[in-house]
């Protein structure tokens, strides 16, 4: 047996301590951060996750929507939608005043695609560095 | 909006980089230097892989 497997098991932060600025920050990028009272990190985080989601909007970019099929299809289009809705109040907005692009060809459109979904992932960076935060591993 | 690959990857490199070092170091100055260095690795990347494909190409 492997000794990592024998050494005791660090307890689970409660929920209570880091899902309200886990959640705050998946909502409004940078809020975790406001809430934890890291002002500029929140302030750059909020402008670095709305450039990326704007940049991605103004390029006509596209949404993902969840299809399942073969394996790679699945990770494809079930990963990038949970990457659009990674962003949070932005990607629920945008769907709700009607946004539907379709997917075209050509790369401005393609990178609109990726920055939407890149614009999700930093959100998720950001959640995770909340995260870390609120349960007291990093400053 | 319309950008050229070079602007569009230029401005997710800033943007990338910026977060990454937010989330990754400790101190101010770590986070600047981190996001520096994330910057330039990218802009090295894209003109390593220009040229690659270039060369590739011809």
Known sequence: ?139 | MSLSHFEAAVLFALITSIVLGIVTKKTDRERIRYAAYCFACFVGTLFGLGWLMYLGHR
């Open chain 1, 1 to 139: 047996m492997p000794a990592d497997s024998l050494a005791p098991k660090e307890p689970t932060p409660p929920l209570k301590l880091w899902l309200p600025a886990v959640a705050a920050a998946w909502f409004v990028p940078g809020l975790g951060h406001f809430l934890l009272k890291r002002p500029i990190r929140a302030m750059l985080l909020f402008s670095s996750v709305v450039v990326m989601f704007a940049a991605g909007l103004l390029m006509r970019g596209t949404f993902f929507e969840p299809q399942t099929g073969d394996l790679l299809n699945t990770v494809i289009y079930v990963g990038g939608f949970l990457g659009d809705l990674a962003s949070g109040l932005l990607y629920l907005v945008t769907v709700w005043f009607g946004y539907a692009q379709p997917d075209v060809a050509g790369h401005v459109h393609d990178y609109g695609t990726k920055f939407l979904v890149g614009a999700g992932l930093l959100n998720v960076l950001a959640m995770v560095d909340a995260y870390e935060i609120a349960t007291g591993k990093k400053e």
